[in-house]
């Protein structure tokens, strides 16, 4: 077991003294500037991470539409053109540097053309895994939350069916609980079986809580620290034989150090 932290929950140091990983997520590292990646800021961070004894997965860039996100780096994975792909290689290629356990990818969004949408997304991440096992890296697509409209795999079904459509051993799942909560509206016995049949195909795993309910702030999509909201942590016992990094999507080392006690209890 492998326990981590996103990077903007905090520094290098703070996170190696609790965990054994960090996420770096790109669209937030400040690293890009009209969709080119800066390289000289990019090595000044891996300068600090080098001296932390800390393993790595990587979020790549993804669709956001809030104020928050910077929109030079906004992918839809059912909509990809040269800047898009430029952007996850981006990606491929730091994973395959720093020999990370995971790379992160969120699917695309759909119109009214749902299934051509969804075509579209499994031929991009067809190209993609095909890049990724050249660079001998993992991918994982993760599940969205159901809470927000528009977004493809938000259900374990269309998730599971992407990726055996992919057909690639580069490419699996990344199991978001949090998401997974919201779109099962907060009831555990369909988290605990959203979690089961998705076990198979698990490379990564995002963990946070929430209420299971929907807000007018971020769908609900609260990324409380485990043990904050109503979710049952006990379900991530349904992931069997899964020996990967379960990485807390929180927003501060206290997040963090609460989050950490509560899945040990459950992990340990």
């Avoid at 906004?74 to 491929?92: C, N, P, Q, W, Y």
Wanted: charged share 25%; aromatic share 8%; proline share 3%.
């Amino acid at each position: 077991m492998i326990l981590g932290a996103s990077s903007f929950a905090g520094s290098f140091p703070e996170i190696a003294s609790e965990l054994q990983s960090v996420e770096l997520y790109m669209p937030k590292l400040g690293v890009y500037k009209n969709s080119v990646l800066q390289k000289d800021i990019l090595g000044s961070i891996l300068d600090e991470l080098s001296v932390c004894d800390l393993k790595t997965s990587i979020h790549a860039p993804y669709f956001a539409d809030v104020s928050t996100y910077p929109k030079d780096v906004v992918i839809d994975t059912a909509k990809m053109g040269d800047r898009e792909f430029r952007l996850i290689r981006d990606s491929i290629e730091l994973a395959s540097n720093l020999d990370s356990k995971a790379i992160v990818l969120h699917p695309g969004r759909f119109d009214n053309h749902r299934e051509a949408c969804f075509d579209r997304m499994v031929s991009n991440l067809k190209l993609l895994a095909s890049e990724a096992e050249d660079n001998d890296v993992l991918l994982g697509l993760e599940n969205k939350e159901g809470t927000s409209t528009g977004n493809l795999c938000c259900g374990v079904d269309e998730l599971i069916r992407a990726v055996e459509a992919v057909n690639s051993d580069n490419l699996g799942a990344t199991f978001d609980i949090g998401h997974a909560n919201l779109t099962c509206n907060g009831d555990s016995a369909k988290l605990r079986e959203f979690a089961r049949k998705l076990a198979p195909y698990i490379v990564h795993v995002h963990v946070h809580d929430n209420d299971g309910v929907w807000t007018e702030e971020y769908d609900g999509d609260q990324h409380l620290a485990p043990g904050s909201g109503i979710i049952d942590y006990s379900i991530l016992n349904e992931l069997k034989g899964y020996r990967g990094t379960y990485n807390m999507e929180v927003f501060s080392m206290e997040d963090v150090c609460s989050g950490k006690e509560t899945l040990m209890q459950i992990l340990e």
